[in-house]
């Protein structure tokens, strides 16, 4: 079966300090790759996209970048932390029909 | 560019019927999918329309005019379960992105 899994679940960062979070999908090959992030009772942005190895399409320019180093793994990274990064980081699948989502990292920057 | 409308709330009581309305305005059309999401949680998938008319899944059914440019989501029997946040979302022209709407925060009232 196709599963997708993101961590870690919650993360606490001060400001400044660097950041990675990773995405890997089972059961799948070349995947749609994607990284969203929600504010607190908002809608989701889109800040990546990934349609192979090594390719990445950004959204939203600003201090974040993904990486796409193997074909099932999908990475957000971050050199400094800002207090505005915080949010509901997801990643998703496009399954064909629309998205099968991770279970989120929710990203606190103190 | 791409836009989604949704009402940003909706209540109702147990038992009842709701529909959620999505209009959207894209170039090009590749079909509208919809997505639960409960508070803390992460967005699921519910369901997909790429053709008119309307598909169901259990108490759910998802409904479609391309012509309208107008989808809903219907929600039976309503459970206190189903409080939560709905999205549709729709592939961004001849991209790989899929854009959401805002969201629709439904309240079911005991």
């Known amino acids: 079966s196709q599963t997708i899994h993101q961590w870690p679940a919650t993360l606490v960062q001060p400001v400044g300090s660097p950041l990675s979070l990773e995405c890997t999908v089972e059961?799948?090959?070349?995947?749609?790759l994607y990284w969203y992030r929600q504010a607190a009772g908002r809608g989701l942005q889109l800040l990546f996209y990934s349609v192979g190895i090594g390719q990445i399409s950004s959204e939203v320019p600003q201090n974040l970048s993904a990486s796409r180093p193997q074909d099932r793994q999908f990475i957000l990274s971050s050199k400094k932390l800002l207090l505005s990064d915080s949010g509901f980081y997801l990643c998703a699948w496009n399954t064909g029909v629309g998205y099968t989502f991770g279970s989120g990292t929710r990203l606190t920057v103190v | 560019g791409q836009s989604l409308e949704q009402p940003s709330e909706v209540t109702a009581v147990e038992g009842a019927i709701v529909q959620i309305n999505c209009t959207y305005q894209t170039s090009g059309f590749y079909g509208l999918s919809w997505y639960q999401q409960h508070d803390g949680g992460a967005p699921t998938f519910l369901s997909y329309n790429g053709l008119d008319g309307l598909e169901e899944t259990g108490r759910f059914s998802s409904f479609l005019s391309r012509s309208d440019s107008y989808g809903y989501l219907l929600l039976q029997e309503l459970q206190m379960k189903d409080s939560a946040s709905y999205f549709c979302a729709v592939r961004d022209g001849g991209t790989y992105k899929y854009i959401f709407g805002t969201g629709t925060r439904l309240k079911v009232l005991a």
């Open positions: 059961g799948t090959s070349n995947p749609n």
